[in-house]
């Protein structure tokens, strides 16, 4: 495919928007197939996985901040009149519309005659669509406070992260259902079943929105390697302090939930999120342009989650490879099933790109 000219792209962030995306279809595809045989964590290569893993939603949810901050505040009107505040309500709405229809209940959409409290459950569950439209509905209140208040939008966004972030472990003790309605009770924490509560989840969209937001004021920027430095600095900073939570943690309590319930665990995954951004910028100085492709999959990511989902889970209305082959097959065959994964839905959005191009021409 074509390749994309670096003056007129910040490249790495398109090559951390197809990272992303890619890490989610393989890490759900691993995980819906690997059998428990296979998932041992005294082996450092399952280790590495799991690991990574765990890493890959702070790293699509920070690109998802970042992304839509850049595009936010690189149009130089007031929020007002900026169209890019009504295409991020179009976005958080049907983010949150296929959020709950990927879980909808049942397949004949208004009977709900045998619907089970157990699928009711898993149907208010808050998973990462709703999420990240939660996540930019909460950037554009917070870009709107900063301009109405003059205020720097480093400064609004990172109170906002840090608020996330702080009231996760707070909030996680607390049983929501008993105080709001159960389909509330899942944005608030993850004992009624959620995957990705607003606590502490948001905050990574939110600390992309501070990323996007210099890249936006800062066009040229990301062509230093001084912004690099920056990025793993700040990423050093944050692992650094978890460690050292950590470790006061270890002398207040005699114990350690880090790799479990511990916010110190946030601050490290955010810390690593932001040295992976310095790693990705720094090769992206070394090279002009990238193929297409890796634009495409940056581009069509919500295309890629939903169809892909429903392959591996099912819905309402088609059965998933998780029916027939839950965690049931060894370890190459499940590295195979990984990899057509991947290569189906790089196809997909190939041949939905060739398709448009055509229409247009047709047009035209």
Known sequence: MTQSPKKNRIIFIDLMRAFAVLQMVQGHTVDVLLSNNYRNMDSPIFNFWFFMRGMTAPIFLFTAGTVFTYLLRLVNEPFETNPRVKKGIKRFLLLVFLGYLLRYPTPTLINFSNVTPEEWKTFYAVDVLHLIGFGILFLMIS????????????QVFSITALIFFGLYQPFSVINWTKIVPEFLAGYFYNGSGSNFPLFPWAGYVIAGGVLGSYLAKHPNVFKSIKFSYWLAGAGIFFILLSVAGNEIDLILYGKSNFWTTSPNLILFRLGIVLMLNSAVSIIALKIQSIPRIFILLGRNTL?????HLTILY?????????TILDRSLSVFPTISM???MITAMTLMVIII???KLRFKQVEA
Do not use: R, T
Not at 143 to 154: C, G, P, Q, R, V
Not at 303 to 307: E, G, S
Not at 314 to 322: D, E, F, H, T, V
């Open 143 to 154: 870009a709107y406070i900063a301009e109405k208040f003059k205020l720097s939008d480093y």
């Open 303 to 307: 295309l890629i989650y939903v169809v």
């Open 314 to 322: 099912g819905s309402a209305w088609n059965p998933g490879l998780i």
């Open 338 to 340: 990984a990899l057509a």
């Open 353 to 355: 790109h060739k398709f």
